[in-house]
């Protein structure tokens, strides 16, 4: 009996080991894909460079997920995940963005990359110091700002050839640095109610989703990342809008006292 409660704690320490190394293969998985990202932008495959990132973004999605549902959660886990999301989330994107359509523009769009870049890595500094079970980001998350890069890329495909289309570049480069350290509230993805209600109508929305994005997969990713990256900016008006019609005399201007 002894031999084969030894045989069989074995087992379990060695299923236990699986477990928790299963999700970092993963986060090594999204290390590697930055990694790619930047390899084919350097070789001016931007396309193949925009998909490396969205793989990313599902991978990093992947491995908190398992991390959670087999109970594997570590510091050590946490830490590599962050590193992993600083070179696919922020050097891969701001390298990408700049080599496909910044370049031209010098100084000031080189500082637009850079800007990206260091706002990234703030919002996720931000992130690991906060609860993590909150049902909303402060800020837009970064994977969200490097997937808004990546599908616009993968949509246009070709570098844009006019100064104003690069100026817009520009400006939206800003705006998703901006977004990620704001205190605009985005919801999160694990929170998403896929388990609740009617399972058979969520299991026709994830398939047609999943449909789009192997069919139509320009359109469909960029009006994704449009709607999430917007849907902060739009709560807020929203919000703004509510306390306005609850609370109207809080913006009117008292007369002044002579």
């Known amino acids: 009996m002894k031999g084969v409660r030894a045989v069989g704690s074995g087992r379990e320490r060695k299923l236990r080991r699986s477990i928790y190394l299963l999700p970092s293969m ?55 995940d962050s590193l992993a999301d600083v070179i696919s989330f922020g050097i891969a994107p701001s390298v990408l963005i700049y080599s496909w359509g910044l370049e031209d523009l010098g100084n000031f769009s080189r500082l637009a990359a850079f800007v990206f870049l260091i706002c990234g890595a703030m919002r996720l500094a931000r992130f690991n110091i906060q609860t993590r079970e909150l049902k909303h980001f402060a800020g837009l998350p970064i994977p969200a700002g490097a997937g808004m890069i990546a599908a616009t890329v993968h949509l246009f495909k070709l570098p844009p050839e006019s100064d104003i289309l690069k100026i817009c570049l520009v400006a939206m480069t800003y705006l998703l640095a901006l977004l990620m350290i704001s205190t605009l509230r985005y919801p999160s993805m ?69």
């Open 26 to 80: 993963f986060t090594v998985g999204n290390i590697f894909a930055g990694f790619y990202a930047v390899i084919s932008t350097l070789h001016g495959d931007y396309d193949n460079a925009a998909v490396a990132i969205g793989i990313a973004v599902v991978l990093d999605g992947l491995d908190g997920r398992i991390a959670r549902l087999a109970g594997a959660t570590s510091d050590f886990g946490v830490q590599l």
């Open 190 to 258: 694990k929170h998403l109610p896929l388990t609740r209600g009617r399972s058979h109508l969520n299991v026709l929305f994830l398939a047609l989703v999943l449909a789009g994005v192997i069919w139509y997969s320009e359109p469909v990713l960029m009006g994704i990342a449009v709607v999430y990256v917007s849907s902060g900016l739009v709560t807020r008006v929203y919000q703004m809008l509510k306390y306005r019609s609850k609370h109207p005399d809080a913006y009117v201007t008292q007369p002044e006292r002579k």
